[in-house]
């Protein structure tokens, strides 16, 4: 079965300093990892995806990840955290196959702060 | 660029009463999906339909139905509503059909309240 597990529920940093969401994921076939982020009130806006391309995915905002088959991971980077990064972050994997299902995993809310 | 619409945005119900959720997909998308988001939870997958045709089934109450009609909209139908139902409701749409990397696109989410 596929699952997503994202490490820590809450995320602060500092305005300017590296953005790190961690992902990990279990899937018995080739994964599609996503990362979506929601803003309060607000739908989930996908900022980037891994499609079995490029290892190292670069999104919206200046958000990239990559993806480490050997540590079945898929963390969040972002070098210079913004005051507008505050939000819910959800990692996503579906099947590589057949229909776009989504498993989410809990989310991560990053706080930004001066 | 056209996105998924969903209609109402926010939604008020009493227990036991009935709501309906409406889905508008992207253009030429082929599939939709509805998920549910409980308040500080992931969304969870509810079901899905391609080309009108129930092609996935996830969590989805016994209570709640849904369909996608012949113009590609979709409808969640929601009855004997109780308080833990009350969530943010999300429709997304994709191409499935020869498209191998394809993705799904959310729309803003139904918020409903069951008081």
């Known amino acids: 079965a596929q699952s997503v597990t994202q490490l820590g529920s809450h995320v602060s940093v500092s305005e300017g300093a590296l953005v790190l969401l961690r992902c990990n994921y279990s899937s018995s076939v080739p994964p599609y990892l996503f990362w979506y982020v929601q803003y309060p009130n607000q739908g989930l806006q996908l900022l980037l995806k891994?499609?079995?391309?490029?290892?190292l995915v670069k999104g919206i905002n200046g958000f990239e990840a990559e993806f480490k088959k050997s540590e079945t991971s898929f963390h969040l980077t972002k070098p210079s955290a913004h005051m507008s990064d505050a939000a819910e972050y959800f990692c996503a994997v579906r099947f590589s196959g057949g229909y776009n299902k989504l498993i989410f995993g809990a989310g991560t809310r990053l706080a930004v702060h001066p | 660029a056209a996105g998924v619409i969903q209609s109402p945005r926010h939604l008020i119900k009493e227990k036991r009463e009935t709501a309906t959720l409406k889905c508008y997909p992207i253009?030429?998308?082929?599939?939709v999906y509805w998920y549910q988001q409980g308040p500080g939870q992931d969304p969870q997958f509810l079901i899905s339909?391609?080309?009108?045709?129930?092609?996935d089934k996830g969590s989805i109450p016994d209570r709640f139905s849904a369909q996608q009609f012949s113009d590609y909209h979709s409808e969640l139908n929601m009855s004997s509503l109780e308080l833990g139902d009350s969530a943010l409701y999300f429709c997304?749409?994709?191409?499935?059909?020869?498209?191998?990397?394809?993705?799904?696109?959310f729309g803003q989410g139904t918020r409903l309240t069951v008081v």
């Open positions: 997304a749409s994709s191409l499935e059909r020869g498209n191998r990397d394809t993705e799904a696109f």
């Open positions: 253009p030429r998308h082929d599939t």
């Open positions: 339909f391609y080309e009108k045709m129930q092609s």
């Open positions: 891994y499609t079995s391309a490029a290892t």
